[in-house]
């Protein structure tokens, strides 16, 4: 399919929508993680790829196997 300038600013805009609704989902991850540092225990907040494997998770979010 051809790209013309009507196709190419719509993805545009659906590009800059998604890095909005990734940057606000990353502060909400990140406020998360904080949270739940603290109810297991930790005086310091994981990292994601520590909290992933926690929660069956592997690096791509898929699932595997179940949560503890």
């Not at 790209?3 to 989902?25: G, T």
């Not at 990140?30 to 005086?43: H, M, N």
């Not at 494997?53 to 595997?64: E, I, Q, R, Y």
């Amino acid at each position: 399919m051809p790209v013309n300038d009507r196709r190419l600013a719509a993805m545009i805009r659906r590009r800059d929508r998604l890095a909005a609704d990734l940057a606000n989902m990353d502060k909400r991850v990140r406020l998360a993680i904080v949270e739940y540092s603290r109810e297991q225990g930790f005086l310091v907040p994981l990292r994601i790829e520590k909290v992933r494997p926690m929660l069956g998770l592997d690096s791509h979010g898929a699932h595997h196997g179940s949560v503890h």
